[in-house]
């Protein structure tokens, strides 16, 4: 529609031009180079319109012939920027399944036709890597590193050709690099993390975990763990190098963020009562034992009190009990206040119900204490091979000391910032536990009462008897040497207790 519009009013403006110019009265005359002319004027303006459109068509046509040349360069150059560009996508797409033939060959492809590209370079170090070409997969990254754009592929790069060939520093210059170039980049947090965490950097991982907090790559209740769990093991460290006063200060700040820190709570205590702080030593481990129970508590709360009277410890286990009495190490305790105090069956019965759920080591090296109390040799021997023969505890620091490896703390970190555990949960469940029958089986035997004409005969043999006065004596003796005998199997069967869990954390 618009087109017709035009062309009418194209049109009825050339005829009104035509028109007004046959309708023009007069001539003009004039006189150039001794020649006279005389024309319509009419004419002569119509020849002028001719004249000028003419140049105007001209000069539009020299241009157009003069820019040929380029018009033509540039189509070819679109033509192979085009080519390129599919060379490229197809690259891409055949690194990405892992063809490196067909890779490389559209890199080649792609560089011919682009030239030397960041995208270029990326396909060529991808291909390269997938051929196993490692130098041109390396200077091909590190030619990235040059432009801005691709500074932070190229980093990447580069780590992941440092891992492939072992090299964990170079990996963690490069991760470091690029974590401080996007410190929102999951995968720099990740790799400066297990790096960091595989070579003890304690307190810079501390600063890299606060960085992926602020970019939201940890949850707060991640990140507090993890700082926690990360202020235990350089505490820890600190304490060995022999820097005590370090070691408490980052103890009790990993408390502050998370008082059921199991190892930071045992070393608080150990350093508080080496400073003759008992009180505060104990009071830590009652906080963590609140919040998390776990074994190690409980055996270094025992250590806080090994020096003092029977009753004294038994009223701290009494006490220690009190804060997580649903707790398995509660009973325990309450069960070795028992034997403490003697009362050998209360402890039995406090550990039966624990053994039917799960026969561990500890509970098994207990009953054995219990029977050797109650001069049950034999029993409390059956007990120690049972506990010889128990796994152990799974958890780190059962035993209520944290001597980990570096490679130990890297782990409990991580997982404890994952998962808020010390240790992976065992492929294994807990040790099965006992039927009844297998506990009586093992419990010492009732002894069966006299009988009445068995007594009247030996009181009747003793008055007969002409040595009734030697076997009085013998008698006598005997039952003091019974009456010893409770105290000398104590003694042995303590020991043999120590061997037996000594020699089950080593089976396990």
């Known amino acids: 529609m618009i087109r017709i519009l035009i062309f009418i009013l194209s049109a009825a403006f050339a005829a009104f031009l035509l028109t007004f110019l046959a309708n023009m009265d007069g001539r003009i005359v004039g006189e150039a180079f001794d020649l006279r002319f005389d024309i319509h004027s009419g004419f002569a303006f119509g020849l002028a319109l001719t004249v000028v459109g003419a140049l105007i068509w001209g000069t539009s046509l020299v241009k157009d012939l003069a820019a040929l040349p380029g018009k033509l360069k540039r189509k070819a150059q679109d033509a192979r920027r085009e080519r390129g560009f599919v060379a490229l996508a197809r690259g891409l797409e055949a690194a990405a399944v892992g063809d490196a033939e067909d890779a490389r060959h559209h890199a080649r492809v792609a560089r011919r036709n ?35 754009e691709t500074t ?40 400066v993390l297990e790096l960091g965490l595989e070579r003890g950097a304690w307190g810079e991982m501390r600063a890299a975990v606060a ?68 009180a505060q030593a104990a009071k830590a481990l009652e906080a963590a034992f609140a919040q998390a129970p776990h074994p190690g508590l409980l055996q270094a709360y025992e250590d806080l009190y090994k020096d003092e009277s029977v009753e004294t410890r038994a009223d701290a286990l009494k006490r220690f009990a009190e804060h997580r009495p649903d707790a398995r190490e509660a009973k325990l305790a309450l ?35 219990a029977a050797a109390g109650a001069g ?42 994952e998962h808020g555990r010390l240790a992976p949960a065992p492929l294994e469940g807990p040790p099965p536990g006992l039927s009844e029958d297998e506990i009586k089986r093992l419990a010492p035997p009732a ?56 020699a089950a954390g080593e089976v396990s």
């Open 152 to 191: 932070f592929l190229g980093l990447r790069g580069l780590y992941l050709q440092a891992r492939r060939a072992g090299d964990k520093a170079g990996a963690l210059d490069y991760a470091e690099q690029a974590f401080r170039l996007r410190s929102n980049a999951a995968w720099a947090f990740e790799s």
């Open 376 to 417: 049950e040799e034999a029993a409390a021997r059956s007990w120690l091979a049972r506990a010889a023969a128990a796994p152990r505890d799974a958890v780190p620091g059962a035993d209520g000391a944290f001597h980990l490896t570096r490679e130990g703390w890297a782990r409990l970190v991580r997982e404890y910032m």
């Open 447 to 502: 002894a069966p009462p006299a009988a009445a004409g068995e007594k009247a005969a030996s009181v009747e043999e003793e008055a007969v008897s002409p040595d009734a006065d030697e076997s009085e004596a013998s008698r006598g003796s005997g039952a003091e040497q019974a009456e010893e005998e409770p105290d000398d199997a104590l003694a042995r069967i303590a020991a043999e207790r120590a061997r037996a869990v000594s």
């Open 114 to 148: 682009l030239g030397e590209s960041s995208l270029t370079r990326l396909l060529t170090a991808q291909a390269a890597q997938l051929a196993g070409d490692d130098e041109t997969a390396k200077e091909n990254f590190r030619a990235m590193l040059e432009a801005p």
């Open 211 to 278: 960085t992926a907090l602020k970019n939201r790559l940890l949850s707060p209740e991640k990140a507090r763990r993890a700082e926690a769990a990360l202020l235990a093991a350089d505490a820890y460290a600190a304490e060995a190098s022999g820097e005590k006063s370090l070691a408490l200060e980052e103890t009790e700040a990993a408390l502050k963020l998370d008082a059921g820190l199991a190892p930071a709570a045992i070393l608080v205590a150990r350093l508080q009562a080496g400073a003759g702080k008992r």
């Open 335 to 369: 069960a070795r206040r028992h034997i403490l105090l003697g009362e050998h069956d209360a402890a039995a019965a406090l550990l039966e119900p624990l053994l039917r759920e799960s026969a561990t080591a500890r509970e098994c090296a207990l009953m054995a204490e």
